[in-house]
T-cell receptor, first 115, second 111 residues
Framework: DAGVIQSPRHEVTEMGQEVTLRCKPISGHNSLFWYRQTMMRGLELLIYFNNNVPIDDSGMPEDRFSAKMPNASFSTLKIQPSEPRDSAVYFC?????????????FGPGTRLTVL | GESVGLHLPTLSVQEGDNSIINCAYSNSASDYFIWYKQESGKGPQFIIDIRSNMDKRQGQRVTVLLNKTVKHLSLQIAATQPGDSAVYFCAQGAGGFKTIFGAGTRLFVKA
């Protein structure tokens, strides 16, 4: 298996632009997680899905952030409009176990820079 | 609120020595704890986990110890190698599918 795939790996954009990050989880995994990592705040859970349904989006910072999972093999995280403080590395992770803390498999991340 | 923290932000050890990375947690209701390793430019990678009904679990060169009395978790790496240089995160289950990650400890291995 190729593991969790994220695209793009790097994104540089200007403030006010829309940004879409993409994730393909490991085939057969039923849970998908979006995280944001910064030096100041560490690794923060933004939202997670189970069987394509959003379960907890309490970590999404603002209405400018939205996430979708239209099917079991694809998810997007959108920021509209983007701001410089959104600059971070965004990770997608997937897992296949049931409730409780799971072993999560992380993608390589997307490094977002908003100018 | 819930939090998982680390006592030391950086740790430097000599190659071949044993490393001990510590973690304090606040959510005593967690039934599952995990250690992740993150190398530069990569996503976190699972190392080892432990359930709350255990106090010790061993893997290949790694041992996790759980002390629920003082809410403390530690990761021991035997015979530390240069390839062990990374940031190590402890994490705990926070209900449902949610996992809370600690701040991380950077491990430097000196040759």
């Amino acid at each position: 298996d190729a593991g969790v795939i994220q695209s793009p790996r790097h994104e540089v954009t200007e403030m006010g632009q829309e940004v879409t990050l993409r994730c393909k989880p490991i085939s057969g995994h039923n849970s998908l997680f979006w995280y944001r990592q910064t030096m100041m705040r560490g690794l923060e859970l933004l939202i997670y899905f189970n069987n394509n349904v959003p379960i907890d989006d309490s970590g999404m910072p603002e209405d400018r952030f939205s996430a979708k999972m239209p099917n079991a093999s694809f998810s997007t995280l959108k920021i509209q409009p983007s701001e410089p403080r959104d600059s971070a590395v965004y990770f997608c992770a997937s897992s296949s176990r049931g409730q409780g803390a799971n072993e999560q498999f992380f993608g390589p991340g997307t490094r977002l820079t908003v100018l | 609120g819930e939090s998982v923290g680390l006592h030391l932000p950086t740790l430097s050890v000599q190659e071949g020595d044993n490393s001990i990375i510590n973690c304090a947690y606040s959510n005593s209701a967690s039934d599952y704890f995990i250690w992740y390793k993150q190398e530069s430019g990569k996503g976190p990678q699972f190392i080892i986990d432990i359930r709350s009904n255990m106090d010790k679990r061993q893997g290949q060169r790694v041992t996790v110890l759980l002390n629920k009395t003082v809410k403390h978790l530690s990761l021991q790496i035997a015979a530390t190698q240069p390839g062990d240089s990374a940031v190590y995160f402890c994490a705990q289950g926070a209900g449902g599918f949610k996992t809370i990650f600690g701040a991380g400890t950077r491990l430097f291995v000196k040759a």
